[in-house]
């Protein structure tokens, strides 16, 4: 139905009062959507350990294994295993499905919101879930299940994003962002840990036990985000002020007439009023166009905006290529990774996300040269040399450490930060489709690049001097492309890529209020907040009420 909204629409000039004080319940509100994160890990990091089970090897390549000598039966062990292409099917496969998820959120999160968007995610990936355990040695019944399964994973790894950028308070939301991140790290150790603990089963448990476990992740990410309330920034873009108010007071934990929420849901709404007239809404193919327009030289521009988004994601990924290392190793690299990554709940707010790229990649570089180094001299395979080897795992997971705090969770936060409310959703959809395209490109080229098969490259160690050298590229991408969005809203972010450019962003400060700007501050307001609270009476307007 239609009706009269009578909540105010005035806001302060007062720069301090541009977003309301947020209580502990409020903060683990939105710490929870990084929930996702889990089950955006396990989903990744099942895989891997799954593919060197003997019983899956011998579903899919008919070589039988005897289980109580621990080898196979009439071939060399060092052949045993499933062949790189398949390899390269059944773990691409699944980042197909997510880029073209990725992108489908980006509408459907405009549509219906973003909570809807990522309760739908979880339903297809039941349905890619229920594919996988169901197939015995069908390939295309599991990569369809995987394909399947991508589709919802690719909504829900684009949407919690914008949805934790959207809700979280902006002296946290770095943080709470690197929470997500936290949380892939952990739900790859946990599927690192089931896989080895059902390696051995010599019967379809073995894969279905990993595989099954994944609903539960589905159920409470699902469940969860029905509890919590949809993203205030929505509601506006959909003209729904009284409802943006609702959902604010829940995130902020402060009463709906409270004058915080009156600030902040008018700032909210004064910033999309100034960004349509920046971006007008013209057609459904015009929303994506207008991702791409602007200038490249113009911080604030879209295109611009588009390419940090989507690079970001695509550095990311070259920078934690994985090398190939024993699946016990694998677990040992897998711990630094959830180890090292809740540094970033810290230094993403105190260091920022510029620096700690730029010092990450640094980091990173040194790193992966060093491994390159040894690999070539002292830690060739033929010269045995125990301590070479146990150094060079030692900076593998140095450099590891260095991503996890770094380059990890510091993408998602800023990709989630980067974009104006019109098209934030489908910017975000672009930016998560990038990173599961170049995952899909570094799972289906690394089996041939560190592979021993008859036309693998077979670099080994080698393959470091390539990684260590996107790196460099990832270094120059951050200095040159990369603004500082510490301690700001959503909202002076916009400003701020207006007004600077990414080396002076860390000096930025906002001079004002976009409130002001569209000339939404409340009558006999002054610069500390304090006056008249009434809105004036040509401030009510007609919107849809839900």
């Known amino acids: 139905m239609v009706g009269i909204a009578i909540y105010p629409l005035s806001g302060t000039a007062d720069l301090s009062r541009v977003e309301a004080p947020v209580t502990l319940k409020a903060y683990l509100l939105c710490a929870f959507a990084a929930f996702g994160g889990i089950f955006f890990g396990y989903d990744t990091g099942w895989m891997s350990g799954v593919?060197?089970?003997?019983?899956?090897?011998?579903?899919?390549?008919?070589?039988?294994?005897?289980?109580e000598n621990w080898m196979p039966i009439g071939i060399d062990p060092?052949?045993?295993g499933l062949?790189?292409?398949?390899?390269?099917?059944?773990?691409?496969?699944?980042?197909?499905g997510t880029f073209f998820g990725a992108l489908i959120a980006g509408d459907v999160a405009d549509f219906v919101g973003r909570r809807p968007t990522v309760i739908a995610g979880?339903?297809?990936?039941?349905?890619?879930?229920?594919?996988?355990?169901?197939?015995?040695n069908q390939l295309g019944l599991f990569v369809m299940g995987r394909l399947v399964a991508g589709v919802g994973v690719g909504f829900i790894s684009a949407v919690v994003v914008l949805y934790m950028a959207e809700v979280a308070p902006r002296r946290f939301r770095g943080a709470l962002v690197a929470g997500y991140q936290f949380c892939i790290t952990i739900g790859i150790l946990m599927a690192s840990c089931v896989c080895y603990a059902t390696a051995n089963r010599n019967d379809t448990s073995s894969y279905r036990i990993p595989i099954g476990i994944q609903f539960l992740w589905a159920v409470i990410l699902g469940f969860g985000l029905f509890l919590l309330p949809e993203s205030p920034r929505f509601h506006v873009m959909k003209g729904r002020i009284n409802n943006a108010a609702k959902s604010l007071s829940i995130l902020r934990g402060q009463p709906v007439e409270s004058d915080y929420i009156k600030d902040e849901l008018a700032e909210i709404v004064a910033n999309h009023e100034y960004e349509m007239q920046v971006i007008p809404q013209t057609s459904y193919i015009g929303s994506w166009l207008a991702c791409f327009q602007g200038s490249l030289s113009k911080?604030?521009?879209?295109?611009?905006?588009?390419?940090?988004?989507?690079g970001q994601q695509m550095m990311q990924h070259n920078n934690s290529a994985p090398p190939k290392i024993p699946f016990l190793i694998s677990l040992v690299t897998t711990l630094v990774n959830v180890v090292s990554t809740p540094i970033s709940f810290f230094t993403i707010e105190k260091m920022g996300r510029r620096a700690l790229l730029i010092w990450g990649a640094l980091g990173m570089i040194i790193s992966q040269f060093i491994v390159a180094i040894i690999g070539v001299t002292a830690g060739r395979p033929e010269l045995g040399n125990n301590a070479a080897v146990k150094a060079m795992i030692a900076f593998i997971c140095l450099n590891i450490c260095f991503f996890a705090f770094t380059w990890g969770p510091v993408s998602w936060a800023i990709v989630g930060e980067c974009f104006p409310l019109p098209i934030r959703s489908r910017g975000v959809g672009i930016s998560t489709a990038s990173n599961w395209f170049w995952n899909c490109i570094i799972a289906t080229i690394t089996p041939y690049m560190v592979g021993n098969e008859p036309g693998s490259a077979n670099l080994g160690t080698n393959v470091f001097w390539i990684w260590g050298s996107l790196c460099m590229v990832s270094l120059a991408f951050a200095y040159f492309l990369v603004p500082e969005m510490k301690g700001l809203t959503l909202e002076q972010i916009d400003n701020m890529l207006e007004e600077t450019t990414p080396r002076l962003s860390a000096a930025?400060?906002?001079?004002?209020?976009?409130?002001?700007?569209?000339?939404?501050?409340?009558?006999?307001?002054?610069?500390?907040?304090?006056?008249s609270h009434s809105p004036p009476q040509d401030e009510k307007r007609e919107f849809r009420m839900v």
């Not at 062949?83 to 197909?96: E, G, R």
């Not at 979880?122 to 015995?136: D, N, P, R, Y």
């Not at 521009?301 to 390419?307: K, Q, V």
């Open 51 to 67: 593919l060197g089970m003997p019983y899956f090897i011998t579903l899919y390549t008919g070589v039988e294994f005897d289980y």
């Open 508 to 531: 930025w400060k906002p001079t004002s209020t976009f409130a002001t700007q569209m000339g939404r501050v409340r009558d006999g307001l002054d610069l500390r907040g304090e006056g």
């Open 122 to 136: 979880c339903l297809v990936f039941c349905i890619g879930c229920v594919l996988q355990v169901a197939s015995t």
């Open 78 to 80: 060092a052949e045993f």
């Open 299 to 310: 911080g604030n521009g879209n295109l611009r905006r588009t390419l940090l988004g989507a």
């Open 83 to 96: 062949p790189s292409s398949t390899k390269s099917l059944m773990t691409s496969i699944l980042s197909c």
